[in-house]
């Protein structure tokens, strides 16, 4: 499948090339992280309920995480740059479909889609990028691919904001369109043509389709629990028994197909376990914070959707410098180590965030997030470390594939949990509210009272202290979101250390290394 030095392009080309495969990166991750800030105006776009729209943001990133495991595939059968160009004007057409439709339903078919063939172009455009370098220069390659992993997420939130704002939500869609059909026209002619070696192994169809069926039951089930009372609802115990059926059903087909879609037998290496257990819980908290709280800053404390954004944007500061430097890092301490020390930091961070009390947002928030964005930016590089380490070379791939499944899964998964613990804890503080306010109380008077002097008359200063404390309660159910969230990773500290030793030998090879940094970095899609 390698391409010959003669074919290389060269020049002007060349230059182009990595531009157009720049971004055609950044146009994917940006479409994850911009869109989070859109969420509460999509909701009022379609006339939905806000739980509603995140169903549009989490059945996104299932087709995102389906997709990795099927571009290694075309990769492989069709060669890259073909599968690449039509997943680019795939992406165009479902964007042109999220831009122009009125019903939820054929909005939520649009986004699955364009989540699905910007999956694909991820890891098809690493390779393209990193094969078309020769072969003494690759780390370069690797280099300018790595600028254009962390950053764009992070610097996301507040144009998606901007951009929601300004221009409309469906914006972001009209601005893609033009976008992806240039990437895909220049990348089609500049490649057009180009040989490939194609490996002919038969696509496992029906481990895909089952584990496709998994995925989503699992989130319509997480989706749509709230509403319909969970078990109390014989549609969600008869979702949750077909899921069951389903997965045992996909765990028997793949352990007996020759080339399954998913490797699982990789779980009988404890430090890929452990690692893709770390992996898919901390980036389950981190993606569903991050997304919990963009939305009430908006709902509950009246944030625009750019101010929201912005709260996220010190985390850029230290995110990718950090990255850089953990690549070198973990070639010189135990793997445990640095994973046990990263989920330390973040259980700090969670718990800091814990005091939240909705005053001054800005100012309590932005160290937080400046610490966040250092933790996440250490966070992909050891884990990736320890998950990978035993395994033989022919098998790291598969295990890149399987992890990188699981951790934009879980990403999706904890955006719904998150609205979870918001739904369940917000109406236990507004009880505890009413029960330490009464009318026997002499500081629910006194509020009455502080109200009425500010210009409202008795029926109207009720009102607000019930919206104030609706606010109160929401600050307090994220409060409780993020304590767990510090418990859940101080366990996480202490499973580490349940693996191996995993420190990295020096004495590598140059391919050896470009190897290992490549799956590093398809590991840090966020």
């Not at 999509?42 to 571009?71: D, E, K, R």
């Not at 507040?158 to 893609?176: K, S, V, Y």
């Not at 502080?450 to 994220?478: C, P, Q, W, Y």
């Amino acid at each position: 499948m390698a391409n010959s030095e003669d074919q290389k392009l060269q020049g002007w080309r060349f230059m182009l090339f990595n531009l157009c495969l720049g971004c055609s990166h950044v146009l994917v991750i940006f479409n994850a992280g911009a869109y989070i800030a859109m969420l509460p105006r999509v909701a009022a776009g379609l006339g939905i309920p806000p739980s509603f729209s995140t169903w549009t943001q989490t059945n996104y990133m299932i087709g995102l995480a389906l997709a990795f495991p099927v571009g290694g595939w075309l990769s492989r059968r069709l060669g890259e740059y073909r599968p690449f160009v039509a997943a680019f004007f795939v992406f165009a057409l479902a964007s042109v479909i999220c831009a122009t439709v009125t019903s939820f339903y054929a909005y939520l078919a649009g986004r699955i889609v364009l989540g699905f063939a910007g999956g694909l172009t991820l890891p098809l455009g690493q390779s393209l990028l990193i094969k078309e370098y020769p072969e003494q220069r690759k780390s370069i390659g690797i280099g300018v691919w790595s600028v254009f992993t962390l950053t764009p997420f992070t610097f996301a939130q507040p144009i998606g904001g901007w951009i929601a704002d300004t221009l409309g939500w469906r914006w972001l869609f009209w601005l893609n369109i033009p976008t992806a059909l240039v990437i895909g026209g220049i990348v089609g002619a500049l490649l057009y043509q180009r040989g490939i070696t194609r490996i002919r192994h038969r696509f496992d169809g029906v481990g895909f389709v089952l584990i496709t069926l998994v995925l989503f039951g699992i989130q319509t089930v997480l989706n749509q629990g709230n509403d319909w009372d969970w078990t109390n609802s014989f549609y969600i115990d008869g979702l949750i028994i077909f899921v069951m059926v389903t997965l045992l059903y996909w765990v028997i087909w793949e352990f007996s197909h020759r080339r399954p879609f998913l490797d699982i037998c990789l779980f009988a290496h404890r430090n890929f376990t452990i690692g893709v257990v770390i992996l898919f819980l901390g980036f389950l908290m981190f993606q569903g914070l991050l997304s919990m709280l963009i939305v009430q800053l908006q709902l509950a404390l009246g944030y625009s959707s750019f101010l929201a954004g912005l709260v996220f944007l010190p985390m850029a500061i230290l995110a990718k410098p950090v990255a850089s430097v953990f690549h070198e890092v973990v070639k010189y301490f135990d793997a445990r180590l640095l994973v046990s020390l990263n989920c330390l930091g973040f259980a700090a961070i969670y718990f800091w965030l814990s005091r939240f009390d909705g005053h001054d947002a800005f100012a309590q928030l932005f160290w937080p997030k400046v610490l966040e964005g250092a933790c996440l930016g250490s966070f992909f590089v050891p884990v990736t470390a320890l998950l990978l380490h035993g395994l033989p070379p022919e098998r790291t791939w598969r295990a890149v594939e399987l992890a990188s499944l699981l951790r934009i899964a879980a990403g999706a998964m904890g955006i719904t949990l998150q609205g979870i613990v918001i739904y369940r804890r917000v109406p236990v503080h507004t009880t505890r509210f009413a029960e330490t306010h009464t009318v026997f109380d002499v500081r629910l008077e006194r509020t009455l009272d502080t109200l009425m002097s500010a210009g409202f008359n008795e029926t109207t200063a009720v009102a607000k202290l019930a919206k104030l404390t609706g606010r109160d309660a929401v600050i307090h159910a994220m409060n409780d979101a993020f304590w767990m969230a510090g418990c859940l990773f101080i366990g996480l500290a202490l499973l580490v250390w349940l693996a191996n030793p995993t420190k990295l030998s020096i004495r590598r090879t140059l391919k050896q290394e470009q190897r290992r940094e490549t799956q590093e970095m398809l590991v840090e899609e966020p």
